[in-house]
């Protein structure tokens, strides 16, 4: 496994002209957005990934934190 992982693109504005920062390990500095992000790696969850979580599955919904409530119907809260 490699010591730094790279990202593609801008968190951002999603452009690809990304350098790594002297500011600290894993920091990153956009050309295009002139903006500097941190990737940090916090772990292996206990429980593992869910399923149901993933995007394209029924249950995830946009705007609701990836997931729908069983009180509301899954219905979406603006």
Request: include cysteine.
């Amino acid at each position: 496994m490699s010591e730094r992982a790279a990202p593609f693109y801008c968190p951002y504005c999603g452009d690809e002209d990304l350098r790594p920062s002297e500011q600290n390990h894993g920091a990153w500095e956009c050309a295009a957005c002139n903006r500097a992000f941190q990737l940090k790696f916090l772990g292996l969850l206990a429980r593992g990934v869910s399923r149901s979580a993933e995007v394209g599955s029924p249950a995830h919904t946009p705007g609701t934190g990836g997931l729908r409530h069983a009180d509301d119907g899954g219905h979406d809260r603006i």
